[in-house]
């Protein structure tokens, strides 16, 4: 297992000393003593698709090529295959511009908008169900062993959460081992930055496993299934529609995993318990120290 501060194996992993991702701010603690804290900052990014303005998403800022290309992608704005001239951010503008080769057919998505209930405002577009129908994971086998593994490791990397709080995270896993790891204020950007990543770096969705610290609601695990990711998996609880629809297109969901303890609501004939609860490590009170995410 890697240790609390190595990062090495992921291939990219947070960076809670990158600058214009927290402030320090002043003020003063339950004995009236004055303190200075980290403070995650937000800020929007117009996203453009050609011409078009597409959203204004308010995030931390980092990563903003891949959080386009993800949010575009999972909206269905973005088809498989689309040949992508260009991804052009303006730091300046704080906007981002996806260019195409051929005009893509958003406007009628664009006239239907359904708000979400992240903690940071979501857009769905059009039919939340759409792209589903259809749809059947590849059954692929989640071993137990690595769901310890990845939590053991996962919640001891350095963080902007365990810096500051006030933040979700997303990481892109395989087998045990963590590969991409992505936070921002809300865990649907999280996850958009892991997608845009995926279709820039050709990474195929076989065999990977998305583990996040946010609510299983229905729209991660719609995404996560858009995204072709077999399987699932949280720190915090579900929502009903969420389990309803993994149950439907053949998705290993599984919450509240802290330290040996996980509920499976999805997908229970994947799993291969090959480890033993009772020789898994209890979670340590350090380990992201700030307190569960909702």
């Known amino acids: 297992m890697a240790k609390a501060d190595d990062t090495s194996a992921f291939l990219i992993a947070p960076d809670p000393a990158a600058p214009r991702l927290t402030r320090a701010v002043q003020g003063f603690d339950h004995n009236g003593d004055r303190v200075e804290i980290p403070v ?5 990014l117009t996203i453009f ?4 303005e597409i959203v204004t998403a308010m995030t931390i800022g980092d990563y903003p090529e891949y959080l386009a290309l993800g949010f575009l992608r999972n909206q269905g704005m973005l ?3 689309e040949e992508i001239l260009g991804v052009d951010y303006d730091e300046e503008s704080e906007a981002v511009v996806v260019r195409t080769a051929v005009e893509t057919n958003y406007e009628a998505k664009l006239a239907r908008k359904t708000r979400t209930s992240g903690c940071a405002i979501g857009t769905v577009f059009g039919d939340m169900m759409e792209g589903l129908e ?3 994971l590849p059954a692929t086998q989640v071993k137990t062993s690595d769901l310890y593994a990845l939590s053991h490791t996962i919640n001891r990397t350095p963080s902007l959460y365990l810096e500051a709080g006030a933040i979700h995270g997303t990481v892109l896993c395989e087998g045990a081992r963590p590969l991409v790891y992505m936070e921002d204020v809300g865990r649907h950007n999280a996850v958009d930055k892991i997608a845009g990543w995926m279709l820039s770096s050709g990474t195929a969705p076989d065999g990977k496993v998305l583990y996040t610290t946010g609510r299983l609601t229905s729209e991660m695990v719609i995404k996560t299934a ?12 579900f929502t009903a529609w969420g389990v309803e629809i993994a149950q439907q297109v053949g998705l290993t969901l599984i919450g509240r995993l802290r330290g040996a303890r996980f509920v499976c609501l999805a997908g229970e004939e994947r799993l291969l318990r090959d480890s033993d609860p009772d020789q898994v490590p209890k979670e340590a009170k350090g380990s992201r120290r700030k307190g569960a995410e909702a």
């Open 226 to 237: 858009l995204m072709g990711i077999p399987a699932l998996v949280s720190r915090s609880g």
């Open 79 to 81: 088809r498989e295959g």
């Open 49 to 52: 698709l050609n011409s078009r």
């Open 134 to 136: 259809g749809l059947q």
């Open 40 to 44: 995650v900052e937000e800020r929007p």
